[in-house]
């Protein structure tokens, strides 16, 4: 079987993924990318072609018509590979239902078409008028909550509801990230069968390799139990301000306590400032961006708590393959079936500094529940979502696709 990704981009995370699907028997997989800098892909997430083994194709990305990107030559390309299966996910995906010389040609050559997604802050058809009235709910391409939402906004997510309500179960299947997915895409149509839930993760293989090899590794900081860590993009939805400002009210009752930033992006200048502005430069550990597993995995070993203040996803399963508790709120969905409240870490309310403060204050003068939920962390990595879960998910979504007509 032939499949072809569209991509935004070759993040390094799902590199590892496809690697392991073009090894499936009877599976070769192609990706193809924009050529240049594009508009989908986050700000500052770390791109490689090292490692991989299977085929890249790279076009020219552009902003279509209806304001949102697309690649150039599509269908040309669709006609050099003959894939037997495309999977894209969105904006990729509405970029072949609205090309319609595109749409007809895939399915004249019975072309299985499969979108991937999460689905993250895509309401039930029921819901949608409702939920995209409220402000709360529309988020920018940022990820930023927007300060109202007009008639004109109202309309264009009408149309994005009915134009999801179209396409949806036009496609051959949907490969997903969360359960949720079942109710969600249900309600535009989508039959059940169709909906294969493949989950979300790194390559644990590859980071228990790491960790194996840095076990006996001499310690890259000093041992401090009271080290908090966060991973990922400065980027101003991954809200590491919040962390920076409990930092200052931590240091009361814990004099030792430190945050490891591990990271960088635009927002790197601005948390500097604030460490500085509240006197706790000398608690707030800036390292940058970390790309080396192994050098990854030894700031991991170094700390005590895995907290996420914002949205996120995969740091949370590399944290706990390094057996630590995670405290998050709401991140991308993919944290429900991670986090287990008051097993292998907390939920905090949303956007609630207090709330996500208090839950770091209780998890760290209690350093026997550190080691305890960083157990439970590691238990739920091997036993329930790692990378075998993904690529048997694949695997069974492909199996489903072959057996179709």
Not at 86 to 109: C, M, V
Not at 224 to 233: A, E, F, M, Q, T
Request: some cysteine; hydrophobic content about 40%; proline content about 4%.
């Amino acid at each position: 079987m032939k499949v072809l990704f569209l991509f935004e981009g070759l993040p390094h995370y799902y590199n590892d993924v496809l690697n392991r699907l073009n090894a499936l028997p009877d599976t070769q997989v192609s990706v193809l990318i924009p050529e240049n800098n594009n508009t989908s892909l986050g700000k500052n997430v770390f791109q490689t072609d090292k490692g991989i083994s299977f085929k890249v194709i790279r076009t020219e990305e552009y902003v279509a018509w209806y304001g949102k990107a697309f690649l150039q030559h599509v269908k040309s390309i669709i006609q050099s590979e003959q894939p037997d299966v495309i999977i894209a996910g969105w904006p990729y995906i509405q970029g072949i239902f609205l090309d319609r010389s595109l749409y007809r040609y895939i399915k004249a050559n019975k072309i299985k078409l499969v979108e991937k997604s999460i689905p993250y802050l895509v309401p039930k058809y029921s819901e949608a008028r409702r939920f995209y009235a409220s402000a709360k709910n529309v988020v920018n391409e940022t990820l930023t909550v927007t300060d109202k939402v007009s008639l004109v906004d109202q309309f264009k997510y009408f149309l994005i509801t009915q134009f999801r309500k179209y396409y949806l179960d036009k496609l051959d299947a949907h490969v997903c990230y969360v359960e949720e997915a079942f109710d969600v895409l249900g309600s535009y149509g989508v039959d059940k069968e169709k909906i294969h839930i493949i989950y979300n993760s790194p390559d644990t293989d590859k980071i228990f390799q790491s960790k194996q090899k840095i076990s006996n590794a001499a310690p890259i900081l000093p041992a401090n139990p009271l080290r908090i860590i966060h991973v990922g993009r400065l980027v101003k939805w991954k809200k590491v301000h919040y962390l920076v400002s409990i930092i200052e009210k931590l240091k009361k009752d814990f004099p030792q306590v430190e945050l490891l930033v591990v990271g960088n992006g635009p927002e790197e200048e601005h948390l500097k400032q604030q460490a500085n502005a509240l006197g706790v430069a000398q608690q707030v550990r800036f390292v940058g961006g970390v790309y080396d597993p192994e050098v990854l995995g030894q700031y991991f070993q170094a700390s005590a708590i895995y907290v996420l203040a914002g949205v996120g996803g995969l740091s949370i399963n590399e944290a706990m393959c390094y057996e630590k508790p995670v405290i998050c709120s709401v991140c991308d969905g993919t944290e429900k079936k991670l986090v287990r409240n008051n097993v292998n870490g907390f939920f905090f309310e949303n956007d609630d500094e207090e709330d996500l403060y208090q839950k770091i204050h209780y998890l760290l003068g209690k350093p026997d529940l550190v080691k305890q939920m960083g157990d439970h962390s590691l238990q739920i990595i091997q036993q329930e979502i790692n990378i075998h879960t993904v690529i048997n998910g694949y695997a069974e979504t492909f199996q489903y696709l072959a057996g179709k007509k």
